[in-house]
């Protein structure tokens, strides 16, 4: 809003005028960076002329660094006729960061650039919507638009289709927004007109739905001023903002709910949280971490262990092997000096693994490019001391940026300085239960540029071996080069490396589970489970904003239901909760609490990959909360491995339904609207075909009368489960 406010000047009068457009949907583009090229005046008839439906790596075979592209548009004078002296230019969303001129006035930016302090930070899913003071535009006549653009990682650019300028309505120059600070929240109502109206702030409690204050106040705010106002917020309540001014089309509103934590704390005693099953390939090492929770020490038995496979009492670790093929039911019992609990497990030695989703933590949405073998250490500490590992949590997965920059001269690949001992580091997770994940790519380079396995296959496979790796991510990335230069873009072109590699990983005398990251191309998910991978990413790169968790978890996966199953999952990639921030400093997710709770409900229906990508050593309560409820993660784990469905789209409330083993349904009811809804539970089970007095709610694991009306906030779900 700052930024609009120094750059436009406008008079009031204008409410009147309807909206006219002006759409544009090509470009020029060349890759590189030159401050020269934000001039109007540069001759660019030399660049390439490209669309903004594909991204950039699709027309002109360029992957990671800077882009400019430069648009010529005749803007209209019609766009100019009334009193409001603006023009509004949205350039939808732009992957990753970027900065755009018009007639070389610079007009916005969203992201950073590498060479800024704190480094590069995307904002892919923004869209980019500015508004443009008028004296900057040649009324029909040519203008042009200058954007540089940062892409790290596929895809890049302009790709979501048409751009378009047009003329703003009031709304479009004031905002109502709400910024967090000591004790509770400021509102800040800024405006680019003088306006008069009031504004309605009202605080209820999350959990009762008790109105607990509600106050109107008369406000005034000249123009291109802003003014805050400070509304007191203590943790499990809503704060609600509106405003009114009667020459609005629009009420502006702002809503926002401190972290609140439904899930209730575990019992002292033990009680077990993990997966029921477990799959193991007859010879090849098994590791496994019991999940009790509860007051520690704890001690630990097994019966019904097969030869070979022992347990660490003191640990709760399973080691050994069992070379012989067959379900073996187990019980395990954990006592503590409150008391004891034991569970029935399956351990299922045989050709599959994998048989859950797989839980952990990856290191990229937090560190990046800056992870170390010490960061990972303290994470996989934190995962056992927090207590993490007692909720089935138990992959330590490095992402991009371990290896060195050369290989040895008989082309081993090797870690770098960050990585000073792999082995032990596998060793060390081993020891614990814990099981140790890498990353490359059948590229010569990985998305980070680092080296890649191409044709050292094999070569990688044995290395990983030796340092005990269970997990691959093998991310595509550098493979465009070769897949381009072979002009075979068949779906047998796109299985090629992956098939390669996987027959690599089945030579190794232990079970890496194979995660294929693709970014959903070629329907990966038709052919992912027949070369035998485990899972495989159905999307681009998440980051932790509404409007990416929206794309990737409601726009990508309702149609991918048939193809998850035991030992081959979807992928909608990892969690981003906690402390992220893909870089060296990391800050809270950007998600509202109710839109976390959301992303690990839909998570959890949609049996995906559950890869924590915080900071598990600076995690909170209230993430604690949302990764560690024994009953949505039992549906995550569920041994019947359906994966949900969308059974119902209408008015931004979605709601979406799992069979589970026992026979019962978990169903999620998502609100995507911004504002609250009121939802009677009956008639929404009764909408998918559902009918119960009470079901049980998940998140506060408790039943509730479905004969009654819930609110579902902004963003928020409920999420239940209908018993058998
Ligand atoms: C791609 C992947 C990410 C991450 C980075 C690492 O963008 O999709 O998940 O692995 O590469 O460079």
Not at 125 to 150: E, L, Q
Not at 189 to 198: E, F, M, Y
Not at 217 to 223: G, H
């Amino acid at each position: 809003m700052k930024r609009v406010l120094t750059i436009l000047s406008l008079t009031l009068a204008a409410l009147t005028l309807s909206a006219q457009t002006v759409s544009f949907d090509k470009g020029r583009f060349q890759k590189g960076d030159d401050p020269a090229w934000s001039a109007p005046g540069f001759d660019d008839s030399a660049w390439r002329e490209v669309t903004f439906d594909q991204s950039w790596e699709t027309l002109v075979d360029y992957a990671n660094g800077y882009g400019w592209y430069r648009i010529h548009v005749v803007i209209p004078s019609s766009l100019k006729k009334g009193k409001v002296e603006a023009i509004m230019l949205d350039l939808g969303a732009i992957d990753d960061s970027d900065q755009t001129w018009l007639n070389g006035h610079p007009v916005g930016k969203d992201g950073t650039f590498p060479e800024e302090p704190g480094g590069y930070s995307s904002e892919w899913g923004r869209r980019r919507h500015y508004v443009v003071d008028p004296s900057w535009v040649k009324w029909d006549k040519d203008n042009v638009i200058a954007v540089r653009v940062y892409n790290y990682g596929d895809p890049g650019g302009f790709y979501r289709g048409a751009a378009q300028v047009s003329k703003p309505s009031l709304k479009d120059f004031a905002k109502l927004t709400l910024e967090a600070g000591e004790g509770g929240y400021k509102a800040v109502l800024a405006t680019s007109v003088k306006t008069s109206g009031s504004l309605h702030i009202t605080v209820t409690d999350i959990l009762t739905g008790k109105v607990e204050s509600d106050k109107t106040q008369k406000v005034t705010v000249p123009s291109w001023k802003e003014k805050p106002y400070f509304c007191a917020l203590a943790p499990q309540k809503r704060l609600k903002v509106t405003y009114t001014d009667p020459r609005f089309e629009e009420v502006l509103e702002a809503e926002v709910c401190a972290p609140y934590i439904l899930t209730p704390p575990a019992p002292a005693t033990p009680r077990y949280n993990g997966p029921l099953v477990f799959g193991v390939r007859p010879g090849s090492p098994v590791i496994f971490r019991l999940a009790f929770s509860g007051d520690k020490p704890m001690k630990y038995a097994v019966e019904g262990l097969p030869e070979g496979v022992v347990l660490d009492p003191d640990k709760g670790v399973l080691s050994g092997s069992c070379a012989q093929e067959g379900d073996y039911p187990l019980v395990f019992t954990a006592t503590n000096d409150k008391g004891s609990a034991s569970a029935q497990f399956t351990l299922k030695v045989g050709t599959q693994i994998g048989l859950t989703p797989p839980m952990g933590w990856n290191s990229w949405n937090c560190w990046a490019l800056s992870v170390s073998q010490e960061k990972v250490m303290s994470s996989a500490a934190a995962l056992i001391n927090k207590g993490l590992a007692d909720y089935g949590y138990s992959y330590m997965n490095i992402d991009d940026a371990w290896e060195a920059e050369y290989r040895t001269p008989d082309g081993r690949i090797e870690a770098n300085e960050k990585f000073p001992d792999m082995k032990a580091l596998g060793d060390y997770l081993h020891s614990n239960g814990l099981k140790f994940g890498i990353y490359s790519s059948p590229g010569d380079h990985t998305c980070g540029g680092f080296l890649g396995s191409l044709d050292h296959e094999q070569q990688d496979a044995e290395v990983w071996n030796s340092w005990g790796v269970d997990y691959l991510k093998y991310d595509w990335c550098g493979y465009s080069k070769v897949y381009d230069a072979s002009k075979d873009h068949s779906t047998a072109a796109c299985i090629r490396p992956y098939l390669k590699m996987q027959q690599y990983l089945r030579e190794q005398p232990r079970d890496i589970f194979y995660s294929l990251c693709q970014y959903g191309w070629d329907k990966v998910w038709e052919w992912g489970s027949y070369i035998d991978a485990n899972s495989w990413r159905t999307s681009h790169d998440i980051v932790d904003t509404w409007e990416s968790l929206y794309v990737t978890g409601f726009v990508r996966q309702p149609d991918l239901y048939p193809y998850a199953g035991p030992g081959h999952w979807n992928d909608p990639d990892m969690l981003i909760v906690g402390k992220v921030g893909w870089s060296s400093s990391l800050r809270d997710s950007r998600l509202t609490p109710d839109e976390q709770y959301t992303h690990i409900s839909l998570w959890s229906l949609l049996a995906a990959n559950m890869l924590i990508g915080c900071d598990i050593s600076q995690i909170d309560d209230f993430t604690f909360n949302l990764l560690c409820n024994n009953e949505v993660n039992a549906v995550n784990q569920d041994v019947l491995g359906k994966q949900a469905r969308r059974d119902v789209d209408e008015g931004g409330i979605q709601i979406w339904s799992r069979p589970l083993a026992d026979g019962g349904t978990a169903v999620g009811i998502f609100n995507l609207n911004e504002t609250s809804v009121p939802v009677r539970l009956s008639e929404a089970l009764g909408q998918i075909g559902l009918e119960a007095e009470t079901v049980r709610d998940l998140w506060r694991q408790t039943d509730i009368p479905t004969e009654e009306t819930y609110m579902i906030l902004p963003h928020g779900v409920r999420y239940v489960k209908v018993k058998p």
